[in-house]
């Protein structure tokens, strides 16, 4: 069983509470987007939409190649609205809300402004900062989070949280490969398996296939 500090399980819990409110929500993170802030902020929020809520993603840089073929992706918008007033702000894989690319002071506006987030220098901010330096990907820290309350994730939504795992870990090769993702995944598949399906992956370039196969979790429907 995977072990958190109280603390972290008291943040994710009011992370949860926000999530779990009308909206609507406004979710990004940093500039120059990478798989993990593209894949967590898609899969959150696909599962957002999923529940009637609204939920703008906006990434300063948009979607660069190779993802524009996560779910959601044709609704990334490059431009902040001009007042995020009454909206559940989330800022995902930055430990400095400047790094997203909105305007100074931005976030001060927000109706409740969630940080999370997996760099070691970030000291936490916001209404609820979930700063875990041993998580390999903010999407493994989002797929627990909704996992713990409970959420069920379809197929679509679980793929792009995949895909910010899968990127941060290049592929499963870097040493942050740990049993946390694999309990994550499937409790039924060893991290070894997992680095030789990578490899194979890197040479099928079959990226939605590979994922869907990874994603046998109980909280995953497969529709
Ligand atoms: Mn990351």
């Known amino acids: 069983m995977r072990k958190s500090p109280g603390e972290n399980t008291t943040v994710r819990r009011a992370i949860l509470r926000a999530l779990d409110g009308p909206g609507p929500f406004l979710v990004t993170g940093h500039v120059k987007a990478d798989g993990d802030f593209l894949g967590t902020a898609l899969g959150l929020a696909r599962w957002l939409g999923a529940r009637g809520r609204k939920a703008l993603v906006v990434s300063k840089d948009g979607v660069p190649d190779p993802y524009g073929f996560l ?27 400047d790094r997203t690319g909105a305007p100074p002071g931005y976030f001060d506006a927000a109706g409740f402004l969630i940080n999370i987030d997996h760099h070691p220098d970030n ?19 989002v797929f627990e989070i909704l996992e713990e309350g409970g959420a069920s994730i379809d197929e679509a939504g679980a793929t792009a949280l995949y895909t910010g795992i899968f990127t941060d870990t290049g592929g499963f090769r870097f040493t942050n490969t740990d049993a946390r993702i694999t309990e994550t995944m499937d409790p039924q598949t060893p991290a070894d398996e997992l680095v030789d399906r990578s490899r194979r992956l890197a040479r099928l370039q079959a990226p939605t296939d590979f994922i869907a196969i990874h994603l046998r979790h109980h909280n995953v429907q497969k529709h």
């Open 71 to 97: 779910p959601g992706a044709e609704a990334v918008r490059s431009e902040f609205p001009p007042d995020p007033s009454g909206r559940t702000a989330v800022i995902l894989d930055t430990p400095l809300a």
């Open 123 to 141: 000291a936490g901010f916001g209404d609820a900062a979930y700063v875990d330096p041993s998580a390999s990907s903010v999407a493994l820290m």
